[in-house]
């Protein structure tokens, strides 16, 4: 699924968060919305998903305006840095819900479920701990749960903001293949927010570098890398955390 962002403005209160933002995404493209706290990354996502109306422009999935459409509408599937699974949930659990309150019409079968959790399981290599309950998981299962969770729906869009922004280093690293990994398998586009210049530049087709509500440059990781549009760019990059 393709996304086109065009024209899109939004503000809080007198302030203006997000000006004029333009952005095509090709299907199946993972993109990475780099930029420091505050520079509307978040906001932008929220839009995209439908989760927060823009004041102004258009938000497109394959050329269809969605404008107007709130997120369940959408069919979007979400990772959040602190979107803790379900406790009272088993790991399966977790993982169905979004298939089993599907209106009926749309419900799979039991049968269907388990084999379609089953298959996610699998794919996230996790699935020993399918009766375990979120508490009992590390912090990078739990996020590979959420992933998996997220995907069950079989959303055309992903959109993750921060997803594992609160996880160790070498635990970032590893969820940041297993993303891709997802990603190249299945074949849905994806949006992901961070602040992190390494996970950006590391795992994404498009880097689109923000800063003050505004697109400082929009280009492959090599691109954004070698040939920084802006000083403020070339400054961002060079930071390290
Ligand atoms: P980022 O994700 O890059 O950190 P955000 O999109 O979260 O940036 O925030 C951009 C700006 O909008 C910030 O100044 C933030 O304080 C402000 N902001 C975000 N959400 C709200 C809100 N619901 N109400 C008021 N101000 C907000």
Redesign the pocket.
Do not use: D, E
């Given at each position: 699924m393709s996304i086109q962002i065009e024209g899109i403005r939004k503000s809080?209160?007198k302030?203006r968060?997000l000006h004029d933002i333009g952005l095509d995404i090709p299907s199946g493209q993972l993109v990475g919305l780099l930029?420091?706290?505050?520079?509307?990354?978040?906001?932008?996502l929220r839009i995209i998903a439908g989760l927060e109306q823009a004041d102004g422009g258009r938000i497109g999935f394959n050329g269809t305006d969605v404008t107007g459409l709130h997120a369940r509408e959408r069919k979007v599937g979400f990772v959040f840095q602190h979107y803790a699974l379900f406790r009272h949930m088993t790991v399966f659990d977790n993982i169905a819900f979004g298939l089993s309150i599907k209106p009926r019409k749309e419900r799979p079968s039991a049968a269907e479920i388990r084999q379609k959790v089953g298959n996610l399981l699998e794919m996230v290599q996790l699935s020993h701990l399918a009766d375990r309950f979120p508490s009992q998981l590390s912090g990078g299962q739990r996020q590979r749960i959420a992933l998996a969770r997220a995907l069950a729906v079989e959303p055309q869009v992903l959109l993750l903001d921060e997803p594992f922004g609160a996880l160790d280093a070498q635990v970032r690293k590893d969820l940041r293949r297993w993303l891709r990994r997802l990603h190249d398998e299945l074949h849905f586009t994806s949006v992901f927010?961070t602040?992190d210049q390494e996970e950006a530049l590391d795992v994404s087709d498009q880097v689109v570098v923000?800063s003050q509500?505004r697109i400082e440059q929009i280009g492959s990781p090599n691109t954004v890398w070698q040939h920084p549009a802006s000083r403020f760019v070339l400054e961002f990059l060079g930071e390290v955390n």
């Open positions: 809080f209160g302030t968060v930029g420091p706290s505050g520079s509307g990354k978040t906001t932008l927010v602040h923000m509500g």
